[in-house]
């Protein structure tokens, strides 16, 4: 099966018509949803060719494949991140300035700033007296660098 285009989420799809399919997930790490060409497998062994045509990036829940009775989506495994909760805004902007000098990506989810686990950004928070936790979980998206220069 060669898959060119996402058409839906499985976000999209109602409860009651989900329930009624048989359901197969393509397990991918966060990073690969970035990329337009991938060879992949079901959880029940079915091999998928990705070939996007046009430039999006992948997010948990794309449907692969769908008819009456069989859905194919994306799923992924979890990412090791440090969820940053500064306490007010100074704070917020003071993390975002020393990450953002370390050009590194970020995801915000409600209050938090999510980042890719690194050592270095725990210490830093550390010394910053920051408050952080480091989890597993599950992306919605992949972490993007913002292309940019220092002219």
Known sequence: MLVEK????IN??????????HKEK??????????RILRVKTDHGKDIGISLKERQALTKGDVLYKDT??????????DDVIVIRPK????????AHQLGNRHLPAQFE??????????????????LDISYQREER???EAFKHIGHSHD
């Open 6 to 9: 996402i058409e839906m989420n």
């Open 12 to 21: 999209d799809i109602e409860e009651a018509e989900l329930a009624k399919l």
């Open 88 to 95: 007010d805004i100074h704070e917020m902007g003071v993390i």
């Open 110 to 127: 409600a209050d938090n700033m999510i980042v890719q686990y690194d050592y270095l950004v725990e210490e830093l928070l550390k010394q």
């Open 26 to 35: 393509v397990y991918l790490d966060s990073a690969d949803l970035l990329k």
């Open 69 to 78: 009775s069989n859905i194919i989506f994306i799923d992924v495994y979890q």
């Open 138 to 140: 599950k992306l919605k």
